[in-house]
């Protein structure tokens, strides 16, 4: 037990000078190749110890790769070391290789803010070298005359006080390009230059050779039988190019348009009963010499079809007691028409909504029988509850938003009705501002929302007029006007008109505002001074100076009530002597004070070009709350118009007056006809004369019903141009 007990302690005392040794050794030395001793086995009297041999991975020096300590950042004016680093990815303790370092300068270019990286490496140290990009102090525009610059800064993506980018530059000539080639320049060549100024900073200019225009030299169709190239050619967008077609754009080549124009033709062939028409290709030659296009449409028509039998299905409870004769446009035995199909898939939609279907899906099922026959069945089925997530407005330059979303009868949140819908286009279009207005909706997937899009084009609202010609009431006629219908895009308007004819001089100042006080009440006066010449059909003058102020406000849905009060001073003087009597007694001066109300009623599509709907308007005006001249005056006013063809109007007017006095009424008050209510009169060649004279004296009672067809001449649109059949 002695002898264990001091080997023992011997064993302990051995393990214990090796445990230090290589501990010592691997304070000061890379961690190597294990000694050959670690594999003996060594042996005390008394006491066997066996050692396990150990596998070490091989960890030699020249494989060993120290950890990065620390980053310097060299060159650096405007952006944070800080920045570079995390941009570069590169952290310090970690292990830093070859492609780590590569990774970071392709990291640090990808950020766009430089023109040069370096990155090396010295022991544990990362050194990063960088070049910074120059910010943008001005961008210009050269050489461009066909778009103006805001248009051009607004289609690129840089900026002023952005980073210079060769890569944001290249995409921004590209864009360039593309909204130059939809206005039919494709030559246009585009070289962007760089200005450099102290501080880093530069000035980039795009200097822009437009090039020629590229105009549609000629259009023809292959494949068609039914139809004649002049009549296709009306039906699209794109026109042949004309000297008279200055000011026009629809005979300059785009490549977008063409795809519209097989949207046309398609339309067109549909509504005529044409089911399986199809555009099978389209072709546009550049002519060289030139450097205009021919566009080559080849169609396949197939045949007409004709509708042999139309049918309702519903699926829904109730729905079969509305009664849809009336509101089915598409008819036995009639071609098939496309357009007769969807105003008859508006209508049951709009009929639907009224008796409480707010959402309804209508589709219309389509069956061929037969060589070239078809049946139509509408199958109506109940739709999800949809809600309005939020409306997009579009197209308003000038126009401010809140103008827009006043007359929008749906808001963020309602149920979404197409009835409503209607309206806002109708409320949109009265106001006059906008040439077009286009709503559509679409469906959130996966959703019950909607989200409704507002497109409108505006027309040019801001007028400054120089004219002369010849009227048949006030004989030749030079007027000066400049009138403003958006002033600030608030629809507020403003006008100032001078006239000169040889009956009449005039001047006029006029201002409405569409919301007063922020609320749906229009507002506004006129002041006006006319000095009117009426000798030659009643033998005296009349000069008339005052003003008008005025309100109006809606009761219901295209149902307002308007106001207004009148103050004037009119002077009849001059009279010939030889005039009738009854004129010859009232030469002097009078005061009129009047007070206006009427109702109205307006279902017309268009405020200022109505081809569809209608307008009834009442009128009482009040004479005598002050001044000398008391009397009451009525007007009834009617008119509607239709489609008689697609580009035919027929439009039916019917007026009534009536004069209920109370004392004498004045001859500047009385009713004069002009050529405008009875088409082929003279002015005032209508009513009471005095029977010696010859003098026109004005009615009391009128009656007004008269015909009127629109219809195009066969001359270009542009010219604006159109024939009337009264």
Do not use: C
Not at 52 to 72: A, D
Not at 145 to 174: G, H, P, Q, Y
Not at 222 to 250: A, H, M, P, Q, T
Not at 315 to 339: A, R, Y
């Amino acid at each position: 037990m002695l002898i264990i007990r001091n080997y023992s302690r011997s064993l302990f005392f051995i393990l214990t000078l090796l445990l230090s040794y290589v501990k010592a050794n691997s304070q000061d030395y890379y961690p190597g190749t294990p000694s050959s001793s670690y594999n003996s086995n060594y042996s005390l009297p008394g006491l066997k110890v066996q050692t396990k041999k150990i596998k070490v991975k091989n960890t030699s020096i020249e494989n060993y790769k120290p950890s990065t300590k620390k980053i310097f950042v060299q060159g650096n004016l405007r952006l944070d070391s800080g920045v570079i680093i995390r941009d570069s990815k590169i952290k310090e303790f970690k292990v830093t290789n070859q492609k780590a370092l590569s990774n970071a300068v392709k990291n640090l270019y990808s950020t766009g803010y430089y023109q040069d990286v370096k990155i090396s490496k010295s022991g544990n140290k990362v050194y990063i070298k960088v070049i910074e990009n120059p910010i943008i102090n001005k961008i210009a525009f050269e050489g461009n005359s066909e778009i103006k610059d805001d248009m051009l800064a607004d289609e690129i993506s840089l900026k002023v006080r952005n980073v210079f980018s060769i890569d944001k530059i290249k995409n921004d000539v590209l864009k360039i390009q593309n909204l130059y080639k939809r206005l039919g320049f494709f030559s246009v060549s585009i070289e962007p230059k760089k200005i450099k100024l102290d501080e880093n900073r530069v000035n980039l200019v795009f200097e822009i050779n437009e090039g020629l225009e590229a105009k549609i030299k000629k259009i023809n169709f292959l494949g068609n039988k039914e139809f004649s190239d002049s009549i296709l050619k009306d039906v699209i967008y794109s026109k042949e190019s004309r000297w008279y077609k200055f000011w026009s754009s629809s005979d300059k080549f785009d490549n977008d348009r063409i795809n519209y124009d097989k949207d046309l033709l398609k339309k067109y062939y549909f509504d005529n009963g044409y089911i399986d028409f199809r555009t099978l290709s389209t072709t546009s030659q550049l002519v060289s010499t030139s450097k205009n296009f021919i566009i080559n449409f080849k169609l396949y028509e197939g045949k007409r079809y004709k509708v042999t039998k139309v049918g309702l299905e519903s699926k829904i409870k109730g729905f079969n007691n509305i009664k849809t004769e009336k509101l089915i446009k598409q008819e036995k035995n009639d071609w098939f028409s496309s357009k007769k199909l969807e105003r008859s898939i508006d209508n049951l939609v709009k009929k639907a909504s009224e008796f409480g279907f707010a959402f309804v899906n209508i589709r219309p099922k389509l069956k061929k029988v037969g060589k070239n026959k078809v049946e139509v069945t509408f199958v109506v089925s109940e739709g999800q509850k949809f809600y309005v997530e939020r409306i997009n407005i579009t197209g308003n330059l000038k126009t401010h938003d809140k103008v827009i979303r006043r007359e929008v009868e749906l808001v963020e949140g309602d149920a979404f009705n197409l009835t409503k819908l209607d309206q806002t286009e109708r409320n949109l279009k009265s106001i006059g501002l906008f040439e077009s207005v286009t709503l559509n909706y679409d469906e959130i997937p996966e959703t019950n929302k909607t989200i409704v899009d507002l497109e409108i084009t505006e027309r040019s609202t801001g007028e400054f007029s120089v004219g002369a010609g010849f009227s048949s009431l006030d004989g030749a006629i030079g007027n000066v006007g400049i009138k403003e219908a958006n002033l600030f895009g608030e629809a507020k308007e403003l006008s100032l008109t001078l006239g000169l004819a040889t009956r009449k001089s005039s001047i006029d100042l006029s201002y409405t505002e569409p919301y007063f006080m922020e609320k749906d009440i229009a507002a506004g006066f006129d002041i006006f001074n006319v000095r009117r010449n009426n000798k030659s059909y009643s033998g005296y003058k009349q000069n008339s100076v005052g003003f008008k102020v005025r309100t109006g406000y809606e009761i219901l849905d295209d149902f307002r009530h308007f106001s207004s009060y009148t103050l004037k001073r009119d002077k009849i003087h001059d009279i010939d002597p030889s005039t009738s009597r009854f004129i010859q007694a009232q030469e002097g001066k009078y005061t009129t004070s009047m007070f206006g109300q009427a109702l109205q009623y307006d279902k017309l599509n268009d405020r200022l070009n109505p081809t569809d709907g209608y307008r009834i308007r009442f009128d009482v005006d009040f004479y005598g709350l002050g001044g000398n001249t008391r009397h009451m005056q009525t007007e009834f006013k009617a008119m509607s118009f239709y489609k008689i063809f697609e580009d035919i109007i027929a439009s039916n007017f019917l007026e009534i007056g009536y004069i209920m006095p109370i004392n004498d009424v004045k001859i500047n008050n009385r009713i004069f006809l002009s050529g405008d209510q009875i088409r082929g009169f003279k002015n005032h060649g209508i009513g009471p004369r005095d029977s010696i004279s010859g003098d026109a004296l004005g009615g009391e009672q009128y009656i007004v019903l008269r015909n009127e067809i629109n219809l195009p001449l066969g001359l270009p649109e542009e010219l604006g141009v159109n024939g009337l059949i009264f």
